[in-house]
């Protein structure tokens, strides 16, 4: 496991606010830690005592809704930060995060996190801004879900992973996610997902290989109403 001070995963988080003895410090501190694809790294619920640094992978955030399902709220990738909003609050985590494929991650404790909170002003307000854009993030998905049909928001959801997480050397999206979860963040059921999914590859805007999807048009994606 690298240290932090030479991570490069750093310079996508508010930890390049830290100085090379305070990246020294949480670097003696911190542990790697690995994740299967599909393994729960944290449920909502729990109380974390530290933040995981996203080194190499992808996982996705849940909540849990009143019907008994998860609703995909976010995918954090290379780079990313979890848990610091349930630090900053000393409140119990209300997301559950799974990994979508395989991981690496490294675990800070909390105690070193909030020594660099309350000595670090810049540090502090990085953090700051990396919440502000989450909860700017979270505003945004609550209007499209109030004035976007299902298919503009299913196109839009693939338009994006593609634009974020890029595609394999076959064209196909580089993010798998099932159709389950495709229902999840797009805020339909699965049956619906499907067969919007199933309309889109009639009409040629993608082509599927079992769970993979690939985008085949995207200017038509973009046209969706």
Do not use: H
């Not at 005592?49 to 849990?64: R, S, W």
């Not at 900053?88 to 799974?98: G, K």
């Not at 105690?111 to 810049?122: F, R, T």
């Not at 049909?149 to 196109?155: G, I, L, N, T, Y």
């Amino acid at each position: 496991m690298s240290k932090c001070e030479s991570c490069i995963v750093k310079e996508f988080n508010s930890l390049k606010s830290l100085t090379r003895d305070e990246l020294m410090r949480v670097s003696a501190c911190k542990t790697g830690k690995t994740y299967k694809k599909g393994q729960v790294i944290f449920e909502e619920g729990e109380t974390l005592n530290g933040v995981y640094c996203v080194k190499d992978g992808v996982c996705k955030l849940t909540k849990l809704s009143e019907n008994g399902k998860d609703q995909v709220v976010k995918l954090v990738v290379k780079g990313g930060l979890l848990g610091k909003r349930s630090l900053v609050s000393e409140q119990q985590t209300n997301l559950s995060a799974t990994a979508l494929n395989d991981m690496e991650m490294c675990f800070i404790p909390k105690s070193e996190i909030m020594n660099d909170l309350s000595k670090n002003p810049k540090f502090t307000l990085d953090v700051l801004r990396e919440m502000a854009a989450d909860l700017k993030e979270s505003d945004e998905s609550l209007v499209n879900m109030a004035q976007k049909s299902v298919k503009q928001r299913m196109a839009e959801i693939l338009l994006y992973i593609a634009d974020s997480f890029g595609e394999d050397d076959n064209g196909f999206l580089s993010i798998v996610l099932s159709r389950e979860d495709y229902a999840s963040i797009v805020g339909t059921a699965t049956e619906s997902a499907i067969r919007i999914l199933s309309q889109f590859k009639k009409e040629g805007l993608i082509a599927t290989q079992g769970k993979l999807i690939k985008i085949v048009n995207r200017q038509g994606l973009n046209r969706i109403e």
